[in-house]
């Protein structure tokens, strides 16, 4: 099928979604544009600050899109282009967008707290407690993931062996300098914005030439160091990044790297319409190949690899960690909770069109990665390999990505930091200081962050495979428990929770099959006597979220009978 059809299509039914059932929800859940949002009630200058719509939208946009929506697309394509574009459209509207909009206004609703806190509200203690254990393994395995990813993409070649500042830089010295560069400007648009008060419009103006001037030197002047040193640098970054207030790197950050996206977006669509009718391009992505394929049946593989695109676990952990402390009216919590996730789902589309460029290549194991894969295939439709445009849009997707995964890094981090504490505060504790005892060190922001930070960053310096196996299964696990905490909350408030019902299901058990599935695998890897130490990783990795999840979705369905038997 022509590759401009399929994006046409995707923006319209993704728009006729927003406009039709992200209205019907905001109606159902009462959204109220006059009452005061925890980030005007509770206004702290670190965590709680208002934002303006643009720029949380930028930094909820940046940091829950990451490299997942390009990823997932791209490795599920094998089942087909029809599978693929019907989850990200269909899931991003009835799962997906349910999803992040609904955490959103419920952590509004509770002072901006997290899904664990609303658990503990609806479900008890003891969920709470074993919601933020599980939450905290899957972001492990969001630090690990990402952690893998940037310093791969910036590190220099073990052949290469240079180090420092170099004038004639290869594709990942380039992109770490222009990285390095990016956060020293999302520092000073900080500034300017919140301390010396210069308006978002010009400092936006400023911030997008900025962007293009550190381009223009990282293309000239690079930076190189090991795998290594890139991963201790980036664990002492994201430790830096969770601590210090949101105006000074994480809002700023967040909202100029949203420019990157917007851009990437809008040129991927430019490709799109040059290669439609010129055939610079063609898009050979098969409608469907059949429900069985290298990475599995189609039920449940498809539902757990395309994830970010489609449903993500993650969002729920924005929107109700570092989103909702920022919103400034819940009249904006569609727009940003609701409509991102629509945008993200368009991404998905649009990578799953890039790799249909350059499909039979990726088949064959031609490309590192799926982003590379989706760097090739946009720029493919730009001119042939080895042309100045090529090679130039090339190199500007590859910086894209890495941005974006640097930005989910932040706010993984930071959300860390905020969970950790919960684990080990009181029910009559507000934060850490509260605390007795040897309680106070564990709930003590720095003490979590570097746990957490150390944790991940070792896991990510492994390069294991298996890291990106379990957090598939994790983060859509996450998705179906957020789903099923957002859904007990409204029917614990009285308001019309029956949308949530068949999403949270399906999740739940396309995500528990799954892990059952990498269970038994193991067991037969370790019964044959070939597993490694990743492999007894998986396994019991797999085997407590799988736990963990069964007893909260037990404890979920028993508070659903409760509401159900009050209202009888």
């Given at each position: 099928?022509?590759a401009?059809l399929?994006?046409i299509?995707a923006?319209?039914?993704?728009?006729?979604?927003?406009?039709?059932?992200?209205?019907?929800?905001c109606?159902?859940?009462?959204?109220?544009?006059?009452?005061?949002?925890?980030?005007i009630?509770?206004?702290?200058?670190v965590?709680?600050?208002?934002?303006?719509?643009?720029?949380?939208?930028?930094?909820?946009?940046?940091?829950?899109?990451?490299?997942?929506?390009?990823n997932?697309?791209?490795?599920?394509?094998?089942?087909g282009w029809?599978?693929?574009?019907?989850?990200?459209?269909?899931?991003g509207?009835?799962?997906?967008?349910?999803q992040?909009?609904?955490?959103l206004?419920a952590s509004?609703?509770?002072?901006?707290?997290?899904?664990?806190?609303?658990?503990?509200d609806?479900?008890?203690?003891?969920a709470?407690k074993?919601?933020?254990?599980?939450?905290?393994?899957?972001l492990?395995?969001?630090?690990a993931?990402?952690?893998?990813?940037?310093?791969?993409?910036?590190?220099?070649?073990?052949?290469?062996?240079?180090?420092?500042?170099?004038?004639d830089?290869?594709?990942?010295?380039?992109?770490?300098m222009?990285?390095?560069?990016?956060?020293?400007?999302?520092?000073?648009?900080?500034y300017?914005?919140?301390?010396?008060g210069?308006?978002t419009?010009?400092?936006?103006?400023?911030?997008?030439?900025?962007?293009?001037i550190?381009?223009?030197?990282?293309?000239n002047?690079?930076?190189?160091?090991?795998?290594?040193?890139?991963?201790?640098?980036?664990?002492?970054?994201?430790?830096?990044?969770?601590?210090?207030?949101?105006?000074i790197?994480?809002?700023?950050?967040?909202?100029?790297?949203?420019?990157l996206?917007?851009?990437?977006?809008?040129?991927?669509?430019?490709?799109?319409?040059?290669?439609?009718?010129?055939?610079?391009?063609?898009?050979e992505?098969?409608?469907?190949?059949?429900?069985?394929?290298?990475?599995?049946?189609?039920?449940?593989?498809?539902?757990?690899?395309v994830?970010?695109?489609?449903?993500?676990?993650?969002?729920?952990?924005?929107s109700?960690?570092?989103?909702?402390?920022?919103?400034?009216?819940?009249?904006?919590?569609?727009?940003?909770?609701?409509?991102?996730?629509?945008?993200?789902?368009?991404?998905?589309?649009?990578?799953?069109?890039?790799v249909?460029?350059?499909y039979?290549?990726y088949?064959?194991?031609?490309?590192?990665?799926?982003?590379?894969?989706?760097?090739?295939?946009?720029?493919?439709m730009?001119?042939?390999?080895?042309?100045?445009?090529?090679?130039?849009?090339?190199?500007?997707?590859?910086?894209?990505?890495?941005?974006?995964?640097?930005?989910?890094?932040?706010t993984?981090?930071?959300?860390?930091?905020?969970?950790?504490?919960e684990?080990?505060?009181?029910?009559?504790?507000k934060?850490?200081?509260?605390a007795?005892?040897?309680?106070?060190?564990?709930?003590?922001?720095?003490?979590?962050?570097?746990?957490?930070?150390?944790?991940?960053?070792?896991?990510?310096?492994?390069?294991?495979?298996?890291?990106?196996?379990l957090?598939?299964?994790?983060?859509?696990?996450?998705?179906?428990?957020?789903?099923?905490?957002?859904?007990?909350?409204?029917?614990?408030?009285?308001?019309?929770?029956?949308?949530?019902?068949?999403?949270?299901?399906?999740?739940?058990?396309?995500?528990?099959?799954?892990?059952?599935?990498?269970?038994?695998?193991?067991?037969?890897?370790i019964?044959?006597?070939?597993?490694?130490?990743?492999?007894?990783?998986?396994?019991?990795?797999?085997?407590?979220?799988?736990?963990?999840?069964?007893?909260?979705?037990?404890?979920?369905?028993?508070?659903?009978?409760?509401?159900?038997?009050?209202?009888?």
């Open positions: 099928m022509n401009l399929i994006i299509a923006i319209a039914i993704l728009i006729v979604g927003y406009m039709t059932y992200g209205s019907w929800l109606k159902q859940w009462g959204i109220d544009p006059s009452r005061k949002t925890p980030a009630e509770k206004e702290d200058g965590d709680y600050v208002a934002a303006k719509p643009a720029v949380l939208m930028g930094h909820h946009f940046s940091s829950i899109a990451g490299a997942g929506p390009i997932g697309p791209i490795q599920a394509s094998v089942f029809v599978p693929v574009f019907l989850w990200c459209v269909l899931g509207i009835f799962f997906g967008g349910l992040d909009f609904g955490s206004f509004v609703r509770h002072d901006g707290k997290s899904v664990g806190e609303i658990i503990g609806t479900m008890g203690k003891k709470k074993l919601f933020i254990i599980f939450a905290l393994l899957v492990i395995l969001v630090i993931s990402f952690v893998n990813v940037v310093a791969g993409t910036f590190m220099t070649l073990p052949e290469d062996g240079r180090s420092g500042f170099l004038t830089p290869t594709g990942n010295q380039t992109t770490a222009i990285s390095l560069l990016f956060i020293v400007l999302a520092i000073i648009y900080g300017v914005t919140n301390k010396m210069v308006k419009l010009p400092a936006s103006i400023a911030g997008i030439i900025g962007i293009v550190i381009t223009v030197i990282g293309l002047v690079g930076f190189g160091m090991s795998r290594t040193a890139w991963i201790v640098f980036i664990g002492a970054y994201i430790t830096i990044a969770s601590l210090v207030p949101v105006w790197l994480l809002q700023p950050r967040d909202y100029l790297s949203s420019f996206l917007y851009a990437m977006m809008a040129l991927a669509v430019v490709g799109i319409l040059i290669s439609a009718f010129t055939h610079q391009a063609t898009f992505i098969p409608a469907f190949t059949g429900w069985s394929t290298s990475i599995g049946p189609l039920f449940p593989a498809l539902f757990i690899t994830a970010c695109g489609a449903c993500s676990g993650f969002h729920s952990l924005i109700t960690g570092t989103t909702s402390k920022q919103l400034d009216n819940e009249k904006n919590a569609k727009v940003i909770g609701y409509g991102s996730m629509l945008i993200e789902s368009a991404l998905g589309i649009v990578s799953l069109i890039a249909g460029m350059v039979q290549t088949l064959d194991g031609g490309f590192g990665s799926p982003s590379a894969a989706f760097g090739s295939g946009i720029a493919a730009f001119g042939d390999e080895g042309t100045g445009t090529y090679d130039t849009v090339r190199a500007l997707l590859t910086l894209a990505v890495s941005v974006f995964a640097l930005t989910s890094l932040d993984g981090t930071r959300l860390s930091r905020f969970m950790f504490s684990l080990f505060l009181a029910e009559d504790e934060t850490w200081q509260d007795k005892g040897a309680r106070k060190l564990l709930a003590h922001p720095l003490f979590g962050t570097i746990l957490m930070v150390v944790i991940g960053c070792v896991l990510g310096g492994l390069s294991l495979s298996q890291i990106w196996g957090f598939g299964a994790a983060n859509q696990l996450l998705a179906g428990i957020a789903l099923l905490a957002v859904c007990a909350w409204l029917g614990d408030v009285g308001k019309n929770n029956k949308m949530f019902f068949i999403p949270m299901c399906f999740m739940l058990i396309a995500t528990l099959c799954s892990l059952i599935i990498t269970i038994f695998k193991k067991f037969g890897v019964g044959s006597g070939e597993a490694v130490w990743g492999d007894w990783f998986q396994l019991i990795f797999a085997a407590a979220m799988a736990v963990l999840a069964v007893i909260l979705a037990i404890q979920g369905v028993q508070t659903l009978s409760k509401q159900k038997g009050a209202k009888a």
